[in-house]
């Protein structure tokens, strides 16, 4: 549905060079477009989007990732907009209970507000400072820049902070460039 993929970490101009890569290896992509009808009665036989009709044998959703945050309600810990609200110990609002990964906010180093990571290197650090303060010890994590790295189609990718769309909502002035160069040293 929306204009171009990748929108939390990636700017359009480097979206469109990845989508190009993905087209290549024959997916079809569709931006900006919404799903409007599954047809089939036990077996999928067709999608409708934006009101084309195409030939399916499978749907998988993946439209996105939201926490599941029932348990921490329930037991009384003070959430945020999109997660469980931790300190930078990872201790909840709550003494003694501790929340990592996917489903708590954790903070961004570039402006200290709650921010989403949802990445398995985040929840990694998060867990040690959060198993370090529950048995006794003393540690703080500071945030995450959600970095990742990936290979989509033919192209390595990597992404940290935030992206434009980001950085101008937080109210940063953007200034952008470009260069090129290899993963590796020579
Ligand atoms: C397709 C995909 C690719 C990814 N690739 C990367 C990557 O390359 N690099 C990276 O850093 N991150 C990646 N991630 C993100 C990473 O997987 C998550 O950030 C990480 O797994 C979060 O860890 P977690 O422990 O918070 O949650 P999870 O790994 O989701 O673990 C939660 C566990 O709790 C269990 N559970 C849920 N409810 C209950 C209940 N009521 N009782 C008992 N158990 C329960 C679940 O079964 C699950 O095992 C990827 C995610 C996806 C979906």
Request: include cysteine; aromatic fraction near 8%; charged fraction near 20%.
């Amino acid at each position: 549905m929306l204009p171009h993929s990748f929108p939390k970490s990636i700017d359009p101009d480097i979206a469109r060079i990845l989508e190009k890569s993905l087209k290549e290896t024959g997916i079809k992509l569709m931006m900006g477009a919404s799903l409007e009808n599954i047809s089939g009665d036990n077996k999928v036989t067709s999608v409708t989007v934006n009101g084309e009709i195409l030939p399916a044998d499978m749907v998988i959703m993946a439209s996105g990732v939201r926490a599941n945050w029932d348990l921490a309600k329930d037991a009384g810990c003070k959430l945020g907009n999109w997660g469980i609200m931790t300190n930078a110990k990872t201790e909840t609002s709550i003494p003694g209970i501790y929340a990592i990964g996917d489903c708590v906010e954790t903070v961004s180093p570039i402006n200290h507000m709650p921010w989403m990571s949802q990445l398995s290197t985040t929840a990694y650090r998060q867990e040690i400072t959060a198993g370090t303060n529950a048995a006794g010890g003393y540690d703080t994590f500071g945030g995450s820049l959600t970095t990742f790295v990936s290979v989509i189609g033919k192209i390595e990718v990597s992404a940290t902070g935030f992206n434009q769309f980001f950085a101008k909502s937080a109210g940063y002035e953007v200034v952008i460039g470009k260069a090129s160069g290899f993963t590796r040293p020579e």
